[in-house]
């Protein structure tokens, strides 16, 4: 049994299965990244970048992806998370061309 009666019903109504409904609106309920942020946590890189926090740090580790010393805290400029996209990117564009 649903613990909102209501989302039940619409779901019924709009003719969806009510887990898709839920995820739907916990989907746009989520508070949106802070895109004024320059460095971000290894937590929220990751997350950008649709990665683990363990994988995060091994891009860091290996020195895939830059980060900075803030005191104690590591935080990754979010440049960084755009040099690694752009160079992933360039690194894939030829194998992409040779399958064509």
Request: hydrophobic fraction near 35%; aromatic fraction near 0%; glycine fraction near 8%.
């Given at each position: 049994m649903?613990?909102?009666p209501a989302l039940s019903l619409i779901a019924d109504a709009l003719g969806i299965p009510e887990h898709q409904l839920r995820a739907a609106v916990l989907e746009c309920s989520a508070p949106a990244p802070d895109t004024t942020l320059v460095a971000l946590t290894v937590e929220e890189a990751a997350r950008?970048?649709?990665v683990g926090r363990t994988t995060m740090y091994a891009l860091i580790a290996s020195g895939e992806v830059h980060s900075v010393r803030i005191g104690r805290l590591r935080?990754?400029?979010v440049d960084s998370l755009d040099a690694y996209i752009a160079?992933?990117?360039?690194?894939v564009a030829p194998t992409a061309a040779l399958a064509a």
């Open positions: 649903s613990t909102l950008r970048l649709g935080r990754i400029p160079a992933r990117s360039q690194a």
